[in-house]
C-alpha cells in the first residue's frame, strides 16, 4: 500500500463491517440526524420570533435556511416541520386566549389559501 493510501484511506474503516454493527450504525446516524433536523426547527422558530415585527415568518424561515447553508433535502424538511411548529402553537394560543385579544405569534394565513381554491 502506497503511502498517500495509508494517509487516506478509502473507507473509514479496514474491513468489512458485521451486520449487526452496520444496523447498529444506521441507527445512530438516524438519531444523530434527527436531532440535528430538530435543533434547526428549534432555532428556526427562534430566528422567526426575533424577526416577527420585520419580516414575514415565510422569509424569515427562507433567510435562515439561506443563511445557514442548510442542503435542499434537510432545508425542505426544516421548512415543513417549522410550519408545523408555528401553526400547533397558534392553534394552542386562539385556543387559550379570551376572544377579542390578539396573538403575539406571526400570523399565519393558511386559510387564504384554501379559500382561494374553493372559490376556483
Known amino acids: 500500500m502506497s503511502l498517500l493510501g495509508k494517509l487516506f484511506p478509502e473507507t473509514l474503516f479496514a474491513r468489512r463491517?458485521?451486520?449487526a454493527m452496520e444496523h447498529q450504525l444506521r441507527l445512530a446516524q438516524a438519531r444523530?440526524?434527527?436531532a440535528l433536523a430538530q435543533t434547526h426547527v428549534n432555532n428556526a422558530l427562534q430566528f422567526v420570533q426575533t424577526l416577527a415585527p420585520e419580516v414575514p415568518y415565510e422569509r424569515a424561515i427562507a433567510i435562515y435556511v439561506r443563511e445557514l447553508g442548510v442542503p435542499d433535502p434537510l432545508a425542505g424538511v426544516i421548512t415543513t416541520r417549522t410550519f408545523v411548529a408555528l401553526g400547533?402553537?397558534?392553534?394552542?394560543?386562539?385556543?387559550?386566549?379570551?376572544?377579542?385579544e390578539?396573538?403575539?405569534l406571526p400570523h399565519l394565513r393558511l386559510d387564504d389559501a384554501d379559500g382561494a381554491r374553493k372559490r376556483a
Open 32 to 34: 444523530a440526524e434527527e
Open 17 to 19: 463491517l458485521s451486520s
Open 88 to 100: 400547533e402553537r397558534e392553534a394552542a394560543a386562539k385556543a387559550n386566549e379570551p376572544q377579542g
Open 102 to 104: 390578539q396573538s403575539t
